[in-house]
């Protein structure tokens, strides 16, 4: 998987910073014995429960770092290699199909072909990549072109790269990894790389949707709505407070009524745009099918979602678990599984250690 930074280590911390909270997992792997050891992990939110926008204009770096370091605290977190993960919207990602170069000259290659897809002057951006269709041992025989090659291209502006490191120096914590959330994401919530899923994750301000086979990430696409929106529209709607909304929407979802009548119309241009997003992808692999819709983030669990998806794509679909890929004392499993897939990007990054 792509990353900003290299040198994992057997122990490693993910870090989520997300506009509500942060999210911290602790892992160890033990190369020798195949598995990866939950050692500790902690999430502490924001003092103001506001709209994710109001959040976004009052937090500032430094209250960020005060959080984080509380996090640590209270998680007790002693590692010092961190990964830390950016929002999809503060990345550029294209998937590009050009000439296929040597390896040797792959980095010229590449940073030419970006300044085609990025927005903004290379110089700005830290550039990343990933060639996506070579099979393995380098074998090329089944590629319909030959001559040319898929690259998931990737830009991450060099402000926000600096700001993760300041945050990560003044917390005293060496960046091992920096990653846009949709690999860890893909990572902690996949396990048989023979299948093409499509995950859907609806954080609190975006709504990702990733197509994933072989293990690679094959396509992306990304949408203004998140759960903030959908608690925005039960206190427009029903006239209630923004902690009420949270409430009913986390506690009743789709089994109350009203609720059920404001959030079909719009999880509907969800589900819109993830037939378009499959129907992208067959198009252009017309031998391949979607397995299983995966459902991520805080709003993965509302009451109700896994059977309108699974009705209306006529698809599997399952909230992820990316617990399952650890190791997890049996004193804590039950606490630890209760959360859901809260924790899957901060897991995703803290399993990065190939």
């Not at 979802?253 to 997003?277: C, M, S, T, W, Y």
């Amino acid at each position: 998987m792509w990353s900003l930074f290299g040198g994992d280590k057997n122990k490693l911390v993910g870090i989520d910073i997300g506009t509500s909270g942060i999210k911290v997992v602790e892992l160890e792997h033990s190369p020798s014995l195949r598995e990866v050891y939950l050692k500790n992990y902690a999430l502490v939110g924001f003092k103001e429960n506001l709209p994710q926008k109001e959040r976004e204009r009052r937090i500032t770096k430094e209250e960020i770092v005060e959080l984080l370091k509380a996090t640590l605290t209270q998680g007790k977190i002693k590692t010092k290699n961190a990964s830390f993960s950016i929002p999809s919207f503060s990345s550029f990602l294209s998937f590009v199909t050009m000439p296929r170069v040597r390896p040797e000259d792959l980095k010229k290659a590449i940073t030419i072909e970006a300044q085609k897809f990025i927005p903004v002057s290379l110089e700005e951006v830290v550039l990343g990549w990933e060639v996506i269709d070579e099979p393995e041992g380098k074998d090329i025989s089944n590629i319909r072109d030959q001559n040319k090659m898929k690259v998931l291209l990737l830009a991450v502006p060099r402000d926000i790269v600096n700001r993760y490191k300041e945050i990560a120096n003044a917390c005293g914590l060496k960046l091992q990894n920096l990653e846009v959330e949709a690999f860890p994401l893909l990572r902690s919530l996949t396990q048989n790389y023979q299948k093409t899923f499509v995950i859907v994750d609806i954080d609190s301000r975006v709504c990702n949707l990733l197509v994933v086979s072989g293990g690679s990430l094959r396509g992306a696409r990304n949408i203004g709505l998140g759960g903030d929106d959908l608690t925005e529209i039960l206190v427009r709607s029903i006239n209630i407070d923004y902690d009420r909304a949270e409430e009913l929407k986390k506690e009743e979802g789709f089994h109350n009524k009203q609720v059920a009548e404001l959030f079909v119309p719009v999880l509907g241009n969800v589900i819109d745009e993830v037939k378009r997003v499959i129907s992208m992808y067959k198009s252009k692999n017309p031998n391949k099918e979607i397995d299983e819709i995966i459902l991520s983030g805080g709003t993965a669990d509302l009451k109700g979602l896994v059977d309108l998806f699974t009705s209306k794509l006529n698809l599997p679909t399952v909230v992820g678990d990316p617990w399952k890929k650890l190791t997890i004392d049996e004193q804590v499993k039950k606490a630890v599984v209760e959360r859901g897939t809260t924790f899957s990007i901060s897991i995703g990054l803290a399993l990065k250690n190939e």
